[in-house]
């Protein structure tokens, strides 16, 4: 069993940055495969960012030039670091943790893009 915990949202101007983490906890396996969603109001969930480690990282269009996923800090935690915001962003984040033939999801944290 593996429980995630994102944390670090908040509310951000427009051309602000913010990062958001996810910290893994548990019985977590050696090869895995780490991601964030969104989700907007009124809107489905949509892929942001994914990262494996073996550092393979992919991510969706809107995300690319202005949002990075990184592995490090402490053990089992990757990073998302967002910049430039805009209010489209405005979303809960969401992680999801992949391994084997397990998928955990984390609670969220929700980010907030206004002026």
């Known amino acids: 069993q593996v429980t995630l915990e994102e944390s670090g949202g908040g509310l951000v101007q427009p051309g602000g940055s913010l990062r958001v983490s996810c910290t893994a906890s548990g019985n977590v396996d050696s090869t895995y495969v780490r991601s964030w969603y969104r989700q907007a109001p009124g809107k489905q969930r949509e892929f942001v960012a994914s990262i494996s480690t073996g550092n393979s990282i992919t991510y969706a269009d809107f995300a690319k030039g202005r949002f990075t996923i990184t592995r490090g800090g402490a053990k089992n935690r990757v990073e998302l670091q967002m910049t430039n915001l805009k209010p489209d962003d405005t979303a809960v984040y969401s992680c999801?943790?992949?391994?084997?033939?397990?998928?955990?999801w984390g609670r969220g944290t929700q980010v907030t893009v206004s002026s």
């Open positions: 999801k943790h992949s391994e084997s033939r397990e998928q955990y």
